[in-house]
């Protein structure tokens, strides 16, 4: 097996950017030697017509072009902060819910933590009917996302009905 492939290997399996020292250490190979075939590789990335491609900034690893993005964001889980999450469930629950309310309860950072749900569809927005605020209401993909085959309206009800259980 070639030093080039196992390089490879370990820069698709690995989650983070690793050093060339890392990968030296992990293949049980000379750091210079690693250092060279991973130019090697690279080289061989970047003249091919594909959609990989090794960053190394911080570190070497294997990832998608940002051509492609589009397509790995269809098929990947989207990745949430605790922070974003919560203001999810407020809308979640809440839902349909004005964007203000969501500000009153969250604080100001609620306005980013929106945006960043609305850029991955996971909620909707639409102007109330004084066009003063928005309402906010989840998504299909949101659904799909949390495995939800339910309607969210009546888990929400529910929920205020029972109240949620303390740990």
């Known amino acids: 097996m070639s030093l080039k492939a196992r390089i490879e290997t370990v820069l698709f399996v690995t989650a ?11 293949l049980e190979e000379e750091p210079d030697n690693v250092e060279e075939a991973l130019l090697d590789l690279i080289n061989d990335y970047s003249f091919r017509e594909g959609a990989l491609e090794i960053d190394d900034e ?5 990832q998608v072009k940002e051509d492609y993005i ?7 889980p989207v990745e949430l902060t605790q922070a974003v999450m919560k203001t999810l469930s407020v809308i979640a629950l809440k839902e349909p819910v004005r964007q203000s309310y969501v500000k009153e309860l969250r604080g100001a950072g609620a306005y980013e933590h929106i945006q960043e749900l609305l850029q991955k569809g996971l909620i909707s927005r639409k102007r109330d009917k004084n066009g003063r605020s928005f309402n906010l209401r989840t998504t ?25 259980p303390e740990d």
């Open 70 to 76: 589009d397509i790995v964001e269809k098929l990947v």
């Open 16 to 26: 983070k950017a690793l050093s060339a020292n890392e990968i030296a250490e992990i």
């Open 58 to 62: 911080d570190g070497y690893i294997l």
């Open 140 to 164: 299909q993909k949101f659904k799909e996302y949390f495995k939800l085959k339910g309607d969210t309206e009546l888990l929400s009800k529910l929920i205020d009905k029972e109240g949620v």
